[in-house]
């Protein structure tokens, strides 16, 4: 498949108000309904409508939802695997580990399974996998070119470097450069490709030893996998599946209605209509603007603070957004280990935040200058919508803010460094997904000095992330309690908006019970046929 940028073509979104439009699509797709449930219910191929096209598929960059809906676990495997229900590391291409000292874990792996392409599996392979994605040889652009730099390295591991090596044929040692009393953790977010896999850039062609195997992507289309018929496990019902995308939600429900889809993973709250067919879920999505706090006016604490008293977070849940949806104060959910239940939320205070930034202005801030809203288009449901409110809640305080939404690869751009040298100050909407298990996972990648997320800066708060990341039990705990009370507190690095809350809506014709790890992964072998 050629990658061409056509993939990054501007859309304009939809607005929740724009009922007529929605109304038009939803019986165009009503109209394909009558042949396309009739050749879906004989199919077991399963059709998933997803809300954007992914912007690439390598099994390293699995870790980003737009990605690992289609790949992990589908197509790349992980050595273990988290337990969505309760969170527990299970057994997938390991089937057992164990500690060797504080930096060396011995994992024992799966004997007779093979990557798609071939390639044996065994204590060799998997370590030329587990280098690749920790290989910082350059940047790696979304469309597969410009040297390798995954984001399971960049999110999950931050400044922590580990090392695969067989001991046997299917014995590996992992070491890393410091103590890691939860490397079987960390394992469970490293999809492992084949040995024939580029090591200098990022494919669109991912081989795995998953249930599933790669067959096309026609750009702009379709993404399709097939049944892998020679798995180690067992073999799954659904003989392969058909991923398309629609940006619309509405339009993604009426499909799954029709009968035209089988799985709609992502659709707005307006459009759960259908109790026998709708699921809501916390989908571990943690939503917040980052604010670029080296950039003026931003790099002044008193206008970061006036940003968040600006914002009215109970008047967007139940209207925009799900009246489901909890305030936040940090990046990760209350389920995470070492999140900080003592913080507070900033409450609704118009009058405070002028009070600040009139006191800004008088002390020679330049209030006044221009600041640049930053949103993805489909990043959550309404979340166009979610950000026009914003931008109205500033304005109204005295902020001059411009909105800007953009198209994933574009967004990407903005998100992840090197930074433009010359950007304009930016409130960047982001989301960030952490179902597993620990504030780790979080916390490098988006505030530490060399985080490829971020934007803040502090020597004292990277010692203690070096140091939280290295504790176990009760003190990792409060290690990372006291980490995210000086981001929200001292260094006011956000404005929090919301813990999410997701809806999907199934087909009549499987069963799929949606879960917290629907929102990053969808996991093709769970599905039966009714």
Not at 484 to 493: G, K, Q
Not at 499 to 524: A, C, D, K, Q
Request: net charge positive; glycine share 6%; with cysteine.
């Amino acid at each position: 498949m050629k990658w061409t940028d056509s993939h990054y073509s501007a859309r304009k979104p939809l607005r929740v108000t724009h009922w007529p439009i929605y109304a038009a699509a939803a019986v165009a797709v009503m109209g394909m309904g009558a042949f396309a449930s009739t050749a879906t219910a004989q199919s077991k191929i399963v059709t998933v409508v997803l809300s954007e096209e992914p912007e690439g598929l390598d099994g390293c960059n699995s870790n980003r939802s737009t990605v690992g809906r289609v790949v992990k676990q589908n197509i790349v495997e992980t050595l273990t695997e988290i337990d969505p229900k309760d969170g527990q590391i299970t057994p997938r291409l390991a089937t057992s580990w164990k500690k060797v000292n504080d930096k060396t874990w011995q994992f024992e792996l799966r004997k007779d399974v093979k990557f798609h392409d071939g390639a044996d599996f065994n204590a060799a392979t998997a370590a030329a996998a587990i280098k690749r994605t920790m290989n910082t040889a350059g940047k790696g652009g979304a469309r597969g070119t410009g040297g390798l730099d995954c984001e399971t390295r960049t999110k999950s591991f931050g400044d922590l470097k580990i090392v695969g090596k067989a001991v046997g044929s299917h014995t590996l040692e992992i070491s890393a450069n410091k103590p890691v009393p939860i490397l079987p953790t960390r394992m469970g977010v490293v999809s492992l490709s084949s040995p024939n896999t580029p090591t200098d850039k990022l494919v669109l062609n991912p081989v795995g030893t998953g249930p599933y195997v790669f067959d096309k992507w026609v750009a702009g289309q379709e993404i399709t996998v097939k049944r892998n018929d020679k798995y180690w496990g067992k073999k799954p019902v659904v003989e392969g599946a058909r991923y398309i995308w629609r940006s619309e939600s509405t339009v993604r429900a009426a499909m799954v209605k029709v009968g035209e889809a089988d799985i709609a993973p992502n659709i707005a709250v307006q459009d759960a209509t259908e109790p026998k067919m709708d699921s809501s879920y916390p989908n571990s999505e943690t939503t917040r603007l980052r604010i670029d706090v080296t950039r003026a006016p931003l790099n002044d604490r008193r206008v970061r603070l006036a940003l968040r008293y600006a914002i009215d977070r109970e008047a967007l849940r139940g209207s925009v957004l799900s009246k489901d949806v909890l305030h936040a104060t940090q990046i990760v959910v209350p389920s995470i280990n070492g999140h900080n239940p003592k913080l507070k939320v900033t409450p609704y205070d118009p009058a405070k935040a002028k009070a600040l930034f009139a006191e800004a202005k008088a002390a020679g801030v330049p209030v006044d200058k221009e600041i640049e809203i930053v949103g993805r288009i489909n990043i959550y449901p309404n979340g166009t919508e979610t950000m026009e409110a914003m931008m109205a809640m500033l304005q109204a305080v005295g902020f001059k803010v411009k909105l800007r939404m953009l198209e994933v690869g574009e967004w990407l751009d903005i998100l992840t460094k090197p930074y433009a040298e010359d950007r304009k100050p930016v409130l960047l909407q982001a989301q960030h997904d952490n179902n597993n298990g620990d504030a780790v996972f979080s916390v490098f990648n988006k505030y530490a000095c060399k985080g490829a997320q971020g934007t803040t800066c502090d020597p004292k708060l990277d010692a203690l992330i070096d140091k939280a990341s290295t504790l176990s039990g009760d003190e990792r705990r409060k290690a990372w309690q006291e980490v995210f009370r000086i981001i929200n507190e001292d260094m006011v690095a956000d404005v929090w908006m919301y813990h999410m809350v997701g809806y999907s809506r199934v087909g009549n014709r499987i069963n799929f019970t949606p879960s917290i790890s629907t929102n990053s992964e969808l996991h093709l072998e769970g599905i039966t046929f009714k």
